[in-house]
């Protein structure tokens, strides 16, 4: 079975960083996802780390160590439209299937 | 990145209505399309995979004769929620994963949702 786990909610403040974890247990993995979603709206694409190690993209940076079954998504210079869900995201093997964690609830404050 | 829409954004029917709700890829050709819901501050749970020409796949717990998924072309799919119940309310998504145009093999696409309210 799959098993992924994020925390439920963050709060930071405008300028600062937060680290969103994700960790999982999978079988067949193949993958791994952030995607942010705003309230009432569909995901939008982050990032995808596939090999270990660092990948970053202006303000969004997103880490995997596959042995550890663990990832997180880093938010720099948080901004008020980054308030929002914040969804790690598994990929299998079978089917280019995804399985979604709970999503990470950001609230960035003045 | 590539495009998805999906439509209607928002549909309101009486129950035992049937719904279809159509998903689409504006700007790349989409091999499998995948239909998922979403309750509220909840995730995304995967109902179906669909790919172009063939039979959907369904998760398990998942009624194939209730939602009924057509993936008639590279760029539509449908999903028609039949004889809808109130217990049918939530946001759908659809998703799409192909390789030409602007998209990512390996990246899903969102579409931007339909929430339905059955009455």
């Known amino acids: 079975g799959q098993n992924i786990d994020q925390p439920t909610e963050m709060t930071a403040t405008e300028g600062a960083i937060v680290q969103i974890n994700c960790t999982y247990q999978?079988?067949?993995?193949?993958?791994l996802f952030w995607y942010q979603q705003h309230a009432g709206e569909a995901p939008t694409f982050l990032s995808y780390n596939v090999l270990d190690g660092l990948e970053e993209k202006g303000r969004f940076s997103s880490f995997l160590s596959r042995s550890k079954g663990y990832s997180y998504l880093l938010l720099k210079e948080l901004q008020m439209k980054d308030s929002a869900s914040y969804l790690c995201?598994?990929?299998?093997?079978?089917?280019?299937?995804?399985?979604f964690g709970g999503g990470t609830r950001v609230l960035v404050k003045p | 990145g590539a495009v998805v829409s999906q439509h209607p954004s928002r549909v309101i029917c009486k129950s035992g209505t049937s719904v279809k709700i159509e998903c689409r890829s504006l700007d790349f050709q989409a091999t499998t399309m995948f239909w998922y819901r979403q309750f509220p501050k909840k995730s995304l749970m995967l109902m179906a995979t669909s790919n172009e020409g063939s039979k959907a796949t369904y998760e398990q717990g998942v009624e194939k004769d209730k939602f009924l998924i057509n993936h008639a072309s590279l760029t539509l799919s449908t999903l028609t929620v039949t004889s809808a119940h109130p217990e049918d309310s939530s946001f759908y998504i659809c998703s799409a994963q192909g390789t030409s145009g602007r998209a990512r093999g390996e990246t899903q696409y969102f579409g931007p949702g339909t929430r339905l309210l059955v009455l």
């Open positions: 995201a598994v990929r299998h093997t079978a089917g280019n299937k995804l399985t």
């Open positions: 999978t079988s067949g993995f193949n993958g």
